[in-house]
């Protein structure tokens, strides 16, 4: 049952990304707007958000520990893009844990785990501050 929920999930993201891109071939304006409006770290963000959504349509709410760390890195390399601070990235890393600990308190509101991962989020929360 579960493996069948995670074929359809993974095959209706595939046919959105593919119908995405069929209609930005055919309406240059769209794909002009997206090239003024969605910077290369954008691309990043959404790859977080994919990985969200994989998660939550096959019932795997762990994935969001992953799918916030890709999109919270893709805040920084955004930060840094539109600043040029790219020196940022000396201490900027020590957000990584703290992507960890948002993630794992989504987990626990999703469901998996709640009193545990809460606890364990908040106190990485708190190591990342």
Known sequence: MKQNRSNLALG???LIIGGWLLVT???P???AWMEDNFTWPMWTIGAGVLVLLIGLLTNAPGMAVPASIIAGIG??????NE?????SW??????????VGVGSILAGLLGE???SNLGHGLRLLVTSA
Not at 75 to 80: A, D, E, F, N, V
Not at 83 to 87: C, F, K, N, S
Not at 90 to 99: A, D
């Open 29 to 31: 304006s769209l794909q």
């Open 113 to 115: 785990n709640t009193r």
């Open 90 to 99: 000396s201490y900027m890393w020590t957000l990584i844990p703290g992507f």
């Open 12 to 14: 209706l993201i595939l």
């Open 83 to 87: 600043t040029g601070d790219y020196a």
């Open 75 to 80: 805040g920084i390399l955004y930060y840094q």
């Open 25 to 27: 071939r055919q309406v």
